[in-house]
């Protein structure tokens, strides 16, 4: 169907004190359609006290015209003029009074920051320590359980125990074997490139064995766990926020750290030495296909291993796993229970929970290796 | 107006709900008019949601088909679904609206999608849908800060932001407390007879069914077929299933109400 463009035309008529906007065309294509702000500068300055409408020649209409319409009245009853809507269409005569008969809301809280707002150094520094505070006292929570747990007294299920130790042990070895068994080739590289140099290859075996035990093994083993279980139990833990079932566990009385966040603490400090363990052999293997290739027995390589291995390089090594895996099960739990009640919260909660997590490790581990560089161990 | 000059908007025709081998429903066959307030009805379980989403699309029929206008929307081609979906409006349970975004985004979306306005016109017409469903100023708000019964109504104003032919609404006053459901109701009747959409409502709430309904099928639990097709006011007094009196009149007894 033709029908003119749409239009508006604004006549006033100062004897009975009116103005009318004449609205005229097919207000359906939205290339064609006014906007509101072609009419606000007329309708500022009008010095009459109604407004009318004519719609003799209006053509089919959308949802466009209706906009356009309460823009205007809204903007009117504003400025104190009296909107006077009979010569609309019936149907959106209608539509305006169900749109104009709850007075908008002014909004009370100030608006959210636009995207573009630097914080003050005071701001942030204030952030920082509210944040220090919350972690302090989520750790604090988490001795309080866990002194509960001791004397026998707190709600823990133990059935989830085991689900989260399967969880965070047996499924995780695919994903184990694969990279420990790279990071010991790559040891194995990097050794036999310098150490060749001098004629002593066979000390890969020395790099490889010590290399794991002492460093790559527990840390390679905690990144992995960190993306993969730290970022798990803020999901789930950030989830459950969500849905209001913290509340709920909060409400039955239960502390929701001793009966949530104990189990999976738990099951990680158990599973994560075990995989350090796991990822520390098979890295020895990957060092030692490194070492068949540049022609190093693997009669020479494991006796070579073996002759490097001491009860300190175990013993660290299992100390910063136990490390490593109490700072990423902290992390992932309490980014997930102070997460955000939807699913953009859940989101950033899972992500802060891994980048919390690396940044503890990367940090603790430099602290542990300066502690027992000075105990000369 | 009788049956026969109203123009049908969507048949259901010999259609059967399963999951596997379960059945829910078998042989449902009934017709939606153009611009009827219809109502999904029947008892907890007995496959209300479940006929909706057939009806939407989100699951397949075990047989028979549905039609939209007469044509087949079963055996369309997704392209086509997508296109008859363009002019349904959907609310869901508990909303459906999009947490991350304010109510403004919320509302824009489907507009930056499936129309041409100008970013103004969007602005203009965001506020116009918020109006109408009483949120007016509340555009820069995210679902989370505002109650359930206006969350209800702000995803009403996005299932209406393309003007659509057919609005589905899943147990629309499900949490709500009887005045704001009350109001639900009055809002959900005015504008669909101002913008003259046919609607296609699941509930149980009896209140919301006689104030608004005027077409209805009864599904019922135990035969797993419908047993009740009509006006619920006149299914209240003529229906020959005693259940669906039952259901109508809220009695535990069928002797009670004949």
Same mark, same amino acid.
């Not at chain 1, 959210?112 to 604090?140: I, N, Q, T, Y």
């Not at chain 1, 999901?235 to 969500?242: E, I």
């Given at each position: 169907?033709?029908?003119?463009?749409?239009?508006?035309?604004?006549?006033?008529?100062?004897?009975?004190?009116?103005?009318?906007?004449?609205?005229?065309?097919?207000?359906?294509?939205?290339?064609?359609?006014?906007?509101?702000?072609?009419?606000?500068?007329?309708?500022?300055?009008?010095?009459?006290?109604?407004?009318?409408?004519?719609?003799?020649?209006?053509?089919?209409?959308?949802?466009?015209?209706?906009?356009?319409?309460?823009?205007?009245?809204?903007?009117?009853?504003?400025?104190?003029?009296?909107?006077?809507?009979?010569?609309?269409?019936?149907?959106?005569?209608?539509?305006?009074?169900?749109?104009?008969?709850?007075?908008?809301?002014?909004?009370?809280?100030? /608006?959210?920051?636009?995207?573009?707002?630097?914080?003050?150094?005071?701001?942030?520094?204030?952030?920082?320590?509210?944040?220090?505070?919350?972690?302090?006292?989520?750790?604090?929570?988490?001795?309080? /359980?866990?002194?509960?747990?001791?004397?026998?007294?707190?709600?823990?299920?133990?059935?989830?125990?085991?689900?989260?130790?399967?969880?965070?042990?047996?499924?995780?070895?695919?994903?184990?074997?694969?990279?420990?068994?790279?990071?010991?080739?790559?040891?194995?590289?990097?050794?036999?490139?310098?150490?060749?140099?001098?004629?002593?290859?066979?000390?890969?075996?020395?790099?490889?064995?010590?290399?794991?035990?002492?460093?790559?093994?527990?840390?390679?083993?905690?990144?992995?766990?960190?993306?993969?279980?730290?970022?798990?139990?803020?999901?789930?833990?950030?989830?459950?926020?969500?849905?209001?079932?913290?509340?709920?566990?909060?409400?039955?009385?239960?502390?929701?750290?001793?009966?949530?966040?104990?189990?999976?603490?738990?099951?990680?400090?158990?599973?994560?030495?075990?995989?350090?363990?796991?990822?520390?052999?098979?890295?020895?293997?990957?060092?030692?296909?490194?070492?068949?290739?540049?022609?190093?027995?693997?009669?020479?390589?494991?006796?070579?291993?073996?002759?490097?291995?001491?009860?300190?390089?175990?013993?660290?090594?299992?100390?910063?796993?136990?490390?490593?895996?109490?700072?990423?099960?902290?992390?992932?739990?309490?980014?997930?229970?102070?997460?955000?009640?939807?699913?953009?919260?859940?989101?950033?909660?899972?992500?802060?929970?891994?980048?919390?997590?690396?940044?503890?490790?990367?940090?603790?581990?430099?602290?542990?290796?300066?502690?027992?560089?000075?105990?000369?161990? | 107006?009788?049956?026969?000059?109203?123009?049908?908007?969507?048949?259901?025709?010999?259609?059967?709900?399963?999951?596997?081998?379960?059945?829910?429903?078998?042989?449902?066959?009934?017709?939606?008019?153009?611009?009827?307030?219809?109502?999904?009805?029947?008892?907890?379980?007995?496959?209300?949601?479940?006929?909706?989403?057939?009806?939407?699309?989100?699951?397949?029929?075990?047989?028979?088909?549905?039609?939209?206008?007469?044509?087949?929307?079963?055996?369309?081609?997704?392209?086509?679904?997508?296109?008859?979906?363009?002019?349904?409006?959907?609310?869901?349970?508990?909303?459906?609206?999009?947490?991350?975004?304010?109510?403004?985004?919320?509302?824009?979306?489907?507009?930056?999608?499936?129309?041409?306005?100008?970013?103004?016109?969007?602005?203009?017409?965001?506020?116009?849908?918020?109006?109408?469903?009483?949120?007016?100023?509340?555009?820069?708000?995210?679902?989370?800060?505002?109650?359930?019964?206006?969350?209800?109504?702000?995803?009403?104003?996005?299932?209406?932001?393309?003007?659509?032919?057919?609005?589905?609404?899943?147990?629309?006053?499900?949490?709500?407390?009887?005045?704001?459901?009350?109001?639900?109701?009055?809002?959900?009747?005015?504008?669909?007879?101002?913008?003259?959409?046919?609607?296609?409502?699941?509930?149980?709430?009896?209140?919301?069914?006689?104030?608004?309904?005027?077409?209805?099928?009864?599904?019922?639990?135990?035969?797993?077929?419908?047993?009740?097709?009509?006006?619920?006011?006149?299914?209240?007094?003529?229906?020959?299933?005693?259940?669906?009196?039952?259901?109508?009149?809220?009695?535990?007894?069928?002797?009670?109400?004949?």
């Amino acid at each position: 169907m033709n029908q003119p463009a749409a239009g508006f035309e604004l006549d006033t008529d100062n004897a009975s004190n009116t103005a009318t906007l004449r609205l005229y065309g097919g207000w359906v294509d939205a290339a064609s359609v006014p906007e509101f702000r072609d009419v606000r500068a007329q309708l500022t300055a009008l010095t009459v006290d109604n407004l009318r409408f004519d719609c003799d020649e209006l053509g089919d209409w959308t949802t466009l015209l209706m906009s356009f319409l309460l823009s205007c009245a809204s903007y009117c009853e504003e400025r104190g003029v009296d909107v006077d809507t009979e010569g609309l269409p019936e149907n959106a005569r209608r539509l305006l009074s169900i749109a104009t008969s709850v007075p908008a809301h002014q909004r009370q809280q100030p /608006a959210p920051r636009p995207w573009w707002h630097v914080r003050s150094p005071s701001e942030a520094l204030r952030e920082l320590l509210d944040d220090l505070r919350v972690s302090l006292a989520f750790f604090g929570d988490i001795c309080i /359980a866990l002194g509960a747990l001791i004397a026998g007294k707190a709600n823990t299920r133990f059935a989830d125990f085991r689900t989260f130790c399967y969880q965070s042990g047996p499924d995780a070895f695919a994903i184990i074997s694969l990279t420990s068994v790279l990071v010991g080739m790559i040891l194995g590289y990097l050794g036999a490139v310098q150490l060749q140099q001098f004629g002593a290859g066979i000390y890969v075996a020395d790099l490889v064995t010590i290399g794991l035990l002492r460093e790559m093994g527990p840390l390679m083993t905690a990144i992995v766990m960190a993306g993969r279980t730290g970022a798990a139990y803020a999901a789930q833990l950030g989830t459950m926020q969500a849905s209001e079932e913290i509340d709920a566990v909060r409400t039955l009385g239960v502390s929701p750290i001793e009966f949530l966040v104990i189990p999976r603490i738990l099951a990680l400090v158990v599973t994560m030495p075990l995989l350090t363990i796991y990822a520390n052999l098979l890295g020895i293997v990957g060092g030692g296909i490194v070492a068949g290739g540049m022609g190093i027995s693997l009669l020479q390589y494991s006796s070579q291993a073996g002759a490097a291995v001491s009860i300190a390089h175990i013993g660290i090594g299992l100390l910063k796993s136990l490390v490593f895996a109490v700072l990423i099960a902290i992390a992932g739990c309490r980014s997930g229970m102070q997460s955000g009640r939807n699913s953009a919260g859940v989101g950033r909660a899972a992500t802060e929970a891994v980048v919390t997590a690396l940044v503890y490790l990367i940090v603790a581990d430099a602290s542990i290796n300066i502690l027992f560089q000075h105990l000369g161990i | 107006m009788t049956d026969d000059e109203r123009e049908v908007h969507i048949e259901v025709r010999e259609l059967t709900m399963a999951f596997g081998s379960n059945v829910i429903q078998r042989d449902l066959s009934f017709p939606v008019y153009r611009g009827d307030i219809f109502v999904i009805m029947g008892g907890s379980g007995c496959g209300k949601s479940t006929l909706l989403k057939h009806m939407l699309g989100l699951l397949e029929p075990a047989a028979g088909e549905i039609l939209y206008t007469g044509t087949s929307f079963t055996h369309a081609s997704s392209e086509v679904r997508d296109a008859m979906r363009r002019s349904w409006g959907i609310t869901y349970q508990s909303g459906g609206l999009f947490s991350a975004m304010t109510l403004e985004q919320n509302i824009s979306l489907p507009l930056q999608l499936y129309t041409d306005y100008t970013a103004a016109q969007i602005r203009d017409v965001v506020r116009y849908k918020l109006s109408l469903v009483g949120l007016g100023g509340f555009e820069s708000y995210y679902p989370s800060e505002i109650s359930g019964g206006m969350n209800k109504r702000a995803a009403l104003a996005r299932a209406i932001a393309l003007d659509p032919q057919i609005l589905f609404f899943d147990e629309p006053s499900a949490g709500l407390d009887p005045i704001s459901s009350r109001l639900l109701d009055d809002l959900i009747l005015q504008l669909t007879e101002s913008i003259g959409a046919t609607v296609v409502m699941v509930t149980h709430e009896l209140p919301s069914i006689f104030a608004i309904a005027n077409n209805s099928v009864y599904l019922d639990a135990s035969t797993r077929t419908m047993i009740g097709y009509g006006d619920p006011k006149q299914l209240r007094e003529h229906s020959e299933e005693a259940v669906v009196r039952q259901f109508l009149t809220r009695s535990a007894d069928a002797g009670e109400t004949g």
